[in-house]
């Protein structure tokens, strides 16, 4: 049984046509076989929107889907078609270019989107990062123009060169005329005697690129490079269209990203808490010293300044700040008792008396204000 669509697009049943069209392009965006290689699931989680996006992007479909369910849409002959990775990449191109243009002028190409995965370090140093995909390129055989050199490029009969037809269809109303594109020329009003062999007359083809993308040191998850003219060939004298990266930053074990700080535990055992100490603890790039002044609580925060990411655009780094967790011993020994037993009744209402509020204390790690 497929799931339910709405569910597939994360849209409420209320969502509008905007809303639905917003979402499938978020998911594909994510999930397009060509651009997300990390998830083997993401071709048939692609194919999954798409679907759901068949569904409730029409809507005649979503209301027989919103009545009856999967059972009525099938019922009433409905059947996504999906099957090849062929159709999933015209969908695809539909939605982010490549798509045949409109009447007026040479169109511009298509933008292509595509997503790549660094790690903390690399988002914090920069990288370049290779990414191979797909584009529409001018055919170099016949220089775009989709004749076979040496073949003239004739007008078009079936439109006179109009590039435009007159269709009449009848309706109860009488006939009503329209204005289509040419079905022979496609808009063009040229028809190449002998089309080239290469691209069959079309012009442009696609073909796999490569390309090394800068990635700036200080970039964020989420965020997006723009390569200008990196996407599909635009038709003889357009530009082509843009590529757009998006750019993932994973998961990091030791380090929580806030801004350009970041946040990490440091584990303190209770009595170097209490003495103060100096400890070894891991930054980005390695390992730094940080201070543990005597009489340190749980939860304080400690400041290795300049030790967080790079600003992206200010040239300042920010710091590394570390929640200080107090590791109290456990499964003691007897001589471990004694010692604690012995400490214990030597204290003071003076050794225990906090500076600050343990509430006090954890507004200021929230609000990131530092020790
Ligand atoms: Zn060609
Ligand atoms: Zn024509």
Redo the contacts with the bound molecule.
Sequence with gaps: MPRDPYEVLGVGRDASAQDVKKAFRQLAMELHPDVNAHDPDAEEKFKEAAEANEILSDPERRATYDRYGHDGLRSGGYAPNFDSFGSISDLFNAFFGGAPSGRGGPAQGGDIAVAIEIDLLEAANGATVEVSYEAVER?E??H?N?AEPGTPIETCERCAGHGQLQAVTRTPFGQMARTVLCDVCHGDGRVPKQP?R??R???R?TARRELEVDVPAGIADSQRIRLSERGHAGEAGAPAGDLYVLVRVREDERFVREGDDLIAALDVAAPLAALGATLQTPTLEGMASVEVPPGTQPGEVLTLRGEGMPGLRRGRRGDLRMVVNVMIPRRLSEEQRELLERLNGTLTAENLRSDESMFAKLRRTLRGDGA
Excluded: N, T, W
Aim: hydrophobic share 0%.
């Design positions: 055919c055989h016949c775009g989709g080239c290469e691209c007359g079309r012009g083809k």
